[in-house]
């Protein structure tokens, strides 16, 4: 539980009682609650946890102790009373981006829509249409929303699928006869969204484990076909288990490990050498081979290890062949965050909480980029408040050895309809560096989306450009934008891109890095970090870069801090 999770909870409390058509001063309050907790910084887990009052402005005292019960026993008695009293297909109708409490509540009570189907058939009948507040317009919407949250039902992101997986690995291990548990599949590979999980276990009885399994249920609906175990976690998410014994598991981590084009791929060159790769042996002369570890096979084939990242069939066989493929950047490569907000925007911590958390990471550096003023609903600084920003900044460098560690002052600016900035050049020219990104004005066209993204990089104090597509995975599709044009403009002005890594974005995805990395363009692994644990982001992000070929010299903020920025002072002078 952390007050991320607090204020969402809060939110959803307020989306419920309005489902339920409580008073409506009763409802905002909670959504109150959530909105003070963000915009006063405050971390009520923290403060509950030292036994502290919540003294937040906003916040009266029964809101107050049901955030203590919440921290306390992870529970909600609130929440669980409002989830008990709603049909459960209700929920998933809650889902559908766009479609507020409200609404649902009149096609629960006027239509009786207690699930999606039922919403479905309504709305392909023209019932959704005929209700006051709707017309076809929405209807159409709605209909789409549906099939999309169908689409990604028991879809995971990478955090998710990383922290069930690295949930399920000490459980597994502590199987008495299992020796070792791996993860696998598209996971180990890296990806942005993900349909199961796959494990591989070895042991030496596979019988006695898939029993030890299924006693200690640590997966539910467990089934077993052709040598695999699948099951569920958390009541709706795919977990594979594929038991090896020792003499395969070389083998099996390899094969359960990569796409099937990369599998195909590397057939070849093994073919030449005198052994069969099937999709579970590999033999000479029609007898099994045995391997003591992945590197093995690749020896037996006189190539290059592979890493798992770039198992997908695409061209680094050939190149593994050829001993060209780069050595993939990893986190402890990079040296600075960047990309941070503090409690001066939409952030939970302060810039001073921000820089030591970075400190005692082993950081060089951290730019701190809070919305800039048209973000209004994320509190955005104008130059007046960011001059402010700016002295708090020099004096908590004070606190460090120049050196040692550094705060660096920085924006998000946003990038207005026209192209424009959001602020006047003399308030960036005073910064150390300039992110810009797209916040609005989503339904441009994709020739107008991409004009105004190259204008504003035309700008000589834009450097790095945020998130660019502006997508959430399994929620919301970026916007139209031709991005291999603006890749190229990029190179073109000696300005970056950023690889945010916060796991709703992963944007750029892998594939564009490829085309980026091929234009020269060094890429920023930024984790968009709205609190310090999200500095966590950054593993997601060197995934999504090592899958896109990124060496350490391709990353930008793997450069030391006088390198980083002499590099941002050159990507003004074009």
């Known amino acids: 539980m952390n007050t991320r999770d607090v204020e969402n909870i809060l939110l959803r409390i307020e989306a419920l009682l309005d489902l339920h058509g409580a008073n409506s001063f009763k409802s905002r309050a909670y959504g109150r609650a959530s909105r003070a907790i ?157 349909s199961a999980i796959e494990l591989v276990l070895v042991t030496d009885d596979p019988d006695a484990t898939l029993q030890e399994i299924r006693e200690r249920e640590i997966l539910s609906d467990l089934q077993t076909k052709e040598g695999a175990i699948f099951g569920t976690i958390d009541g709706m998410y795919k977990v594979f288990l594929h038991l090896t014994e020792p003499v395969s598991a070389a083998l099996m981590l390899h094969q359960k490990s990569s796409a099937r084009d990369y599998r195909f791929m590397l057939s070849i060159p093994l073919h030449d050498q005198g052994y069969e790769l099937t999709d579970d042996a590999l033999l000479q002369d029609g007898k099994p081979v045995k391997l003591e570890s992945e590197e093995d096979l690749f020896e037996l084939a006189g190539m290059q290890f592979i890493p798992p990242e770039l198992r997908e069939g695409i061209d680094e066989v050939p190149a593994a062949l050829d001993r060209k493929l780069p050595e993939l950047v990893t986190e402890g490569d990079l040296r600075g965050i960047l990309h941070v ?165 992963l944007d750029l995805n892998w594939r564009l890095i490829r085309y980026a990395k091929r234009k020269g363009v060094s890429v920023a692994i930024d984790p968009d970090a709205h609190a310090m644990a999200e500095f966590g982001y950054l593993r997601y992000g060197v995934t999504i870069a090592r899958k896109g070929w990124l060496t350490a010299d391709e990353v930008l903020n793997s450069l030391r801090l006088d390198r980083f920025l002499g590099a941002i002072a050159k990507s003004r002078s074009h």
């Not at 916040?59 to 019960?69: H, T």
């Not at 797209?438 to 834009?462: I, K, P």
């Open 38 to 194: 963000r915009s006063a910084g405050v971390d009520v887990v923290q403060v509950v946890e030292n036994d502290q009052e919540i003294a937040v402005d906003g916040i009266g005292p029964g809101i107050a102790a049901e955030i203590r019960e919440l921290v306390q026993t992870g529970m909600s008695s609130q929440l669980e009373d409002l989830v008990e009293r709603t049909p459960n297909g209700l929920l998933d109708v809650m889902g559908i981006r766009g479609l507020g409490s409200k609404k649902v509540r009149t096609l629960w009570k006027e239509l009786g829509i207690e699930s999606l189907d039922d919403l479905q058939e309504q709305g392909k009948a023209g019932k959704v249409a005929e209700l006051k507040g709707f017309g076809a317009k929405t209807q159409t919407k709605i209909l789409e929303g549906i099939a999309e949250l169908k689409a990604n039902m028991g879809k995971m992101r990478l955090h998710t699928a990383t922290a069930f997986a690295e949930e399920l690995l000490p459980r597994l291990q502590d199987l008495h006869r299992v020796a070792r548990v791996d993860i696998a599949g598209r996971l180990r590979r890296g990806g942005e969204e993900f």
């Open 341 to 505: 907000h503090s409690t001066w925007s939409d952030g939970h911590n302060s810039i001073a909480e921000l820089a030591g958390e970075a400190h005692r990471l082993g950081y060089e550096y951290l730019l701190m980029c809070d919305h800039s003023k048209a973000a209004i609903y994320a509190n955005g600084l104008d130059e007046r408040r960011l001059e402010e920003q700016g002295k708090e900044i020099d004096e908590i460098n004070k606190e460090y050895h120049p050196d040692e560690f550094r705060v660096l002052k920085g924006i998000e600016c946003d990038i207005l309809a026209n192209g424009s900035l959001d602020l006047a050049d003399d308030a960036l020219a005073s910064l150390d560096c300039v992110i810009v990104s797209v916040h609005s004005n989503f339904n441009l066209s994709e020739e107008a989306q991409t004009e105004r993204v190259c204008r504003a990089l035309d700008n000589r104090y834009a450097s790095i450009l945020a998130h660019p597509t502006g997508r959430l995975i399994l929620t919301r599709k970026g916007y139209p934008i031709d991005l291999k044009q603006v890749i190229a403009h990029i190179a073109e002005r000696g300005k970056f891109i950023e690889l945010n890594a916060n796991p709703y974005r």
